[in-house]
């Protein structure tokens, strides 16, 4: 980091400070420190730039010579790497907003504490490294795992903050003293318990098949068989919300295909279509084939998707939120899998929904069904 | 007691989370209104104006906290925003306040990780109602 500023005792201060401080971050192993260089004005400033670009540049702009917006400018015209942190008087705060506005990264009034500096040098350290780690995942075609970390991250912290917001105020004796005041908390912590578990499932099924490790056993199977054991599989979630569960035919189907990936399929389009339903409503499953397909039709009278939504809907965390839906609990993977899966046997999904009315998903594997397996089975 | 009559919008799309923080709001002395999402919240908005008000980050949107703070500042200038988010930091790069122009919007006056302690809460919300 350099340090540009014509108060040596600033300079000293700011060296001080940091020289001990370290940032860390979750993603990295070791903690960020600070190397510090100084220069008094900006035209030293500019040749240590030129020599020895460094990764953050704490810039006061009154300097003796030119100022430190002129700095900033030299280093977005030349080196747009570089983060600039300004360092105005408060009495300044305009200066400040062009800064920022013509590419400083953020800016600290002066006078600052210790405090102060550390948290914004903190802020600048985190960006430059995320920054640094996004430019070479992109590299590395692995941006798309890093976003999926994220909202992961964010997908596994939310249960614990609520379980962990429930045993506090459990802990505190916070609406009772005796256990059963607590029964509501409870009954919620394990919900939320469960729920996670169920993510972790999903998220095993979709490595699993992302990895492609997994081996598939390819033979010939009867979807219409799977498509029944699915059916019982949720048929006590269907009684308890009152949901009719239908097979419409009952001639086998056979099909050339993995008898786990084909369960995962099912089993997740008809929980689906039994969640996202209505009280006294109905599901269907139809398995047959075309001409051209093996098809397998999942129809339902729930709540449906709106257009908006029906893009988003295949995207892993995509969970449709409105209030229907809203006490339906899923870990926003289920389609996904449904999506990854289909792609290994060059195979399509297709939905069609109307709000209020119903949604319908049907599988289509394409004729003859034993070339596929071809990539990655 | 001087906090008793000022009011605290918490939106959030856990319903925990959401649970839990009117619980310690209410019980610090705040009248509490709720949203559990960002649309929900914009239809209180019309209707009301809080004295303060606490964002989650990611609901139907991944940046909804940032849209609500924008469009209340935009209205209520006035008002203290909080946003809590469950990534903090780490989600720097999917909402990229790294770009010019989204840094140059979006405005809240405090960030908050999600699991601070209520008492913590009471002391960052005090300072901001200047109570």
């Not at chain 1, 599989?233 to 009684?239: D, E, L, R």
């Not at chain 1, 308890?240 to 189907?253: G, K, S």
């Not at chain 1, 049907?362 to 071809?374: E, M, R």
Request: aromatic share 6%; hydrophobic share 40%.
């Amino acid at each position: 980091m350099l340090v540009v500023d014509d108060e040596p005792g600033i300079r000293s201060g700011v060296e001080r400070i940091l020289r001990n401080f370290t940032v860390s971050y979750p993603f990295l192993e070791d903690e960020i420190g600070f190397n510090i260089v100084e220069a008094e004005t900006g035209e030293a400033a500019i040749e240590i730039i030129q020599k020895q670009p460094p990764a953050i540049v704490l810039l006061d702009n009154k300097l003796p010579g030119i100022q430190g917006i002129e700095v900033l400018e030299y280093i977005n015209a030349n080196q747009p790497n570089i983060l600039v942190m300004m360092i105005t008087s408060y009495a300044s705060l305009e200066l400040a907003v062009k800064a920022t506005n013509i590419g400083a990264y953020d800016f600290v009034p002066k006078p600052f504490t210790p405090q102060e500096l550390k948290a914004s040098m903190e802020n600048i350290a985190k960006h430059f490294f995320l920054r640094q780690m996004t430019r070479k995942l992109h590299k590395e075609g692995k941006q798309v795992r890093f976003q999926f970390l994220t909202v992961l991250s964010h997908e596994l912290k939310s249960p614990l903050n609520a379980i962990e917001g429930y045993l506090r105020m459990m802990q505190e004796k916070q609406t009772g003293d005796k256990i059963d005041d607590y029964a509501e908390p409870i009954e919620r912590s394990l919900s939320r318990i469960q729920a996670m578990r169920n993510l972790i499932m999903d998220l095993l099924d979709l490595t699993h098949i992302e990895s492609g490790k997994r081996r598939r056993d390819l033979r010939e199977i009867d979807l219409v068989l799977v498509a029944k054991s699915a059916l019982d599989t949720m048929t006590p979630m269907a009684v308890q919300r009152d949901i009719t569960l239908e097979l419409v035919n009952d001639e086998p189907q056979p099909i050339f295909a993995d008898s786990d990936d084909m369960e995962i399929l099912l089993n997740n389009l008809i929980s689906n279509a039994v969640k996202y339903n209505v009280k006294g409503g109905w599901v269907k499953c139809e398995a047959g084939h075309t001409e051209s397909h093996i098809y397998c039709k999942v129809s339902d009278s729930g709540i449906g998707i709106n257009e908006e939504d029906l893009s988003k809907l295949f995207q892993e965390f995509t969970r449709i939120k409105n209030p229907q839906s809203k006490n339906v609990s899923g870990s926003g993977l289920g389609l996904s899998i449904v999506k990854k899966i289909m792609e290994l046997y060059s195979a399509e999904v297709k939905v069609e929904s109307k709000p209020g009315e119903g949604s319908t998903f049907t599988l289509l594997f394409p004729l003859p069904n034993s070339i596929i397996a071809n990539e990655g089975i | 007691m001087p906090t008793a009559k000022k009011t605290i919008l918490i939106v959030d799309d856990d319903i925990d989370y959401l649970y839990q923080l009117r619980f310690h709001v209410e019980k610090m002395g705040f009248e509490v209104v709720t949203a559990e999402s960002q649309r929900e919240a914009e239809q209180l908005l019309s209707t009301m104006k809080p004295d303060l008000a606490i964002l989650d980050l990611m609901m139907e949107n991944e940046d909804s906290g940032f849209i609500l703070s924008y469009k209340i500042k935009r209205k209520y200038p006035e008002i203290p925003i909080i946003i809590a988010t469950a990534v903090a930091a780490e989600t720097g790069m999917s909402f990229g306040i790294s770009s010019e122009q989204e840094r140059k919007w979006i405005k809240a006056d405090l960030y908050l990780e999600k699991g601070i302690r209520p008492d913590q809460l009471h002391r960052e919300i005090i300072k901001l109602l200047k109570l």
